[in-house]
């Protein structure tokens, strides 16, 4: 076997199947970011596929999204079917198994073009070899292989017939080709949007890195923030400042929420824009595939750029920009702004490249009385929308405390358009919450609760004790009847409703049955106006004794009226009513002999 050449093991496998794989991931790639489709356009050509059925796969991914079509293994394989080529692109098995292959396919874009030219030029040198080995080869023959070469080459880079010109008007898009283009999605609201380049200034201690905290907080867990929509996913905060004190205002914010900050994972130091670890950062977070990625601050990765150079700044934006293309996240670059005005600090070249600015200042000089605002500075595609203001809520964190003693605490931030407002100490509705946690029964009547109040030496007017208990009454009344609704059959018919007595849950037919205008003239009253509702039958009253009817029942086991706290009839209470017929809220006085219902039958509840 002496005459057997061994072949080295790289060579042997050279054409192995996993020398197609970079091809895989492109097809895969594009069926997962349908996006990217014309980026890989413009990086590679159908011919630089080495498999004729990457190629077909190719043509027909393209024809999908240039129609507006979905861009996925199921609709490729229907139209393979329809155009009776799923056979020659690999099957059915081998479409479905294209969808496995995802990752950028951009990066897989450049190794296939690479790929593609090493062939070209091998190609190349085996043409060149086998016309000088010719018997009739003449020197200087082989060369018009490299023209030719040199020349498809400038066609390729040209992208059509060589006129780079004519590779420009390739790229115009009609207005009906621009529905193909993909839009922004929405990250958070109005306000942010995925595969976008965003920035949070404002002046120093202003609160930037506590508002962008909580929108991690909120995208990583899905809560709405502050009412505005919210799409969830992954976040990665690069904290380059103020490392050490993230800790603590994480903690805040989940004790606030009473749940944990997941999805968000922290980077505590810089990585530089300008070195090569940022290309790592780059591969990292391709294939993490967070939603945002936040940079804290634009300073601090851009150590020994000239910030006021429109030239190295620039630079250090095309680096955060690959950073999005790679991704397809949110990168939400933290700056600061200068001494004067509300401008980023140094070269206003990188404000062009912001899909989205939002602007923090704070007023005030302490927890209580400071209030954040947030304007948006800049929406490139979308209208600016009206500032938010958000106060700041004090957070003890639990079990931690300084070397003196004193508690460990940190803010949060709580919107003021959906606080809710303090109670002013006196006024009826802050009467409301002390009764309330006192637990003080809602049957009491005025009188009892003026006692009461005495008794805790909580000082105000009859007539605001007054309103506070009409407040509780009211709000009674009001879950009863909400209540009764729920309690009904969801599906219970409109009509069968209505006729419900209407402290159940049915609805008043007063408006539809008995309008005014067709009512006739009531003695006394002018037309139109509704007669009075008689009066409730009233039953048998023991003389002076206040407890109607049921007289064999003992005083300990009758209702109590709530405003004079004597025993009453049981059948009354079944009825509804808490107090005697003729017992005056007012004053709390009980009459010495019975009072004729029509007279008093507006006292039948308190």
């Not at 085996?126 to 490299?146: C, M, N, S, Y």
């Not at 949070?200 to 505005?228: E, N, R, Y």
């Not at 103020?242 to 914010?253: E, M, P």
């Not at 980023?344 to 923090?360: D, F, I, M, T």
Request: aromatic share 4%; with cysteine; glycine share 10%.
């Amino acid at each position: 076997m002496d005459n057997v050449r061994h072949m080295p093991r790289d060579q042997a496998d050279h054409d192995g199947p996993e020398q197609h794989d970079a091809e895989r991931y492109v097809l895969g790639g594009c069926m997962h970011q349908p996006k990217q489709i014309p980026a890989v356009r413009g990086t590679l050509s159908r011919t630089d596929f080495a498999l004729p059925a990457h190629e077909l796969i190719w043509d027909v991914l393209g024809d999908l999204y240039d129609k507006g079509q979905p861009v996925n293994p199921i609709s490729l394989r229907l139209e393979l079917e329809k155009r009776k080529e799923l056979r020659r692109a690999g099957g059915i098995g081998y479409v479905a198994q294209l969808g496995d292959y995802g990752g950028d396919p951009m990066y897989y874009a450049a190794e296939v073009r690479r790929r593609a030219e090493l062939r070209a030029e091998a190609e190349l040198g085996r043409l060149i070899v086998q016309k000088a080995t010719e018997p009739d080869a003449e020197p200087g023959q082989a060369v018009t292989f490299i023209d030719d070469y040199l020349k498809r080459q400038a066609e390729r880079a040209a992208g059509r017939s060589g006129d780079p010109a004519d590779a420009l008007l390739a790229e115009l898009l009609d207005a009906s080709s621009l529905d193909n283009m993909p839009t922004l999605e929405p990250l958070v609201g109005d306000l942010l949007h995925l595969d976008s380049l965003a920035r949070i200034v404002g002046p120093s201690g202003h609160m930037k890195s506590f508002v962008t905290i909580d929108l991690a907080g909120h995208i990583g867990t899905g809560m709405k923030w502050h009412g505005h929509y919210v799409r969830q996913g992954t976040v990665v905060y690069l904290v380059a400042e103020g490392a050490r004190g993230i800790r603590k205002r994480v903690r805040a914010w989940e004790k606030h929420y009473g749940l944990k900050m997941d999805n968000v994972l922290f980077l505590p130091r810089p990585v530089q824009a300008m070195s090569p670890e940022w290309d790592t950062l780059i591969e990292a977070m391709r294939r993490l595939q967070p939603q945002m990625i936040v940079i804290d601050t634009q300073a601090r990765i851009s150590v020994g750029v000239e910030e006021n150079s429109a030239k190295e700044l620039g630079v250090v934006v095309e680096r955060i920009e690959e950073l999005r293309r790679a991704t397809g996240a949110c990168v939400l670059v933290i700056h600061h702004t200068g001494h004067v005005g509300e401008h980023g600090r140094g070269s206003s070249s990188a404000k062009g490249a912001l899909q989205s600015e939002l602007h923090v200042s704070k007023k005030g000089d302490n927890a209580k009385n400071i209030v954040v605002t947030v304007k948006v500075g800049k929406q490139k595609d979308d209208e600016e929308g009206g500032d938010l203001q958000f106060g700041l809520k004090v957070i003890t964190l639990d079990g931690e405390a300084k070397p003196d003693g004193r508690p460990v605490t940190s803010v949060v931030l709580e919107s003021l358009d959906h606080r809710p407002a303090e109670l002013i100490k006196g006024t009826p509705e802050w009467l409301v919450t002390v009764l309330d946690k006192a637990q003080v029964p809602l049957k009491w009547g005025s009188p009892r609760v003026i006692r009461w109040c005495t008794e805790y030496g909580i000082q105000m007017r009859k007539e605001k004790v007054e309103e506070a208990v009409r407040i509780r009454k009211r709000r009674d009344s009001f879950d009863e009847v909400r209540d009764a609704r729920n309690d009904l059959p969801p599906n219970l018919p409109r009509d069968l409703e209505s006729e419900l007595p209407h402290d159940q849950g049915g609805s008043s037919r007063e408006t539809t049955e008995t309008p005014r205008s067709h009512l006739p003239p009531t003695p006394g009253g002018a037309p139109g106006d509704v007669p009075p509702r008689p009066p409730s039958p009233r039953p048998a009253s023991k003389a002076g004794g206040g407890t109607e009817g049921d007289p064999e029942t003992p005083d300990d086991k009758r209702p109590i009226c709530t405003i004079c706290e004597r025993p009453m009839s049981q059948d009354w209470a079944n009825r509804g009513y808490d107090t005697h017929l003729g017992c005056d809220p007012a004053t709390g006085s009980h009459p010495d002999r019975p009072t004729h219902p029509e007279s008093d039958s507006h006292h039948g509840a308190a």
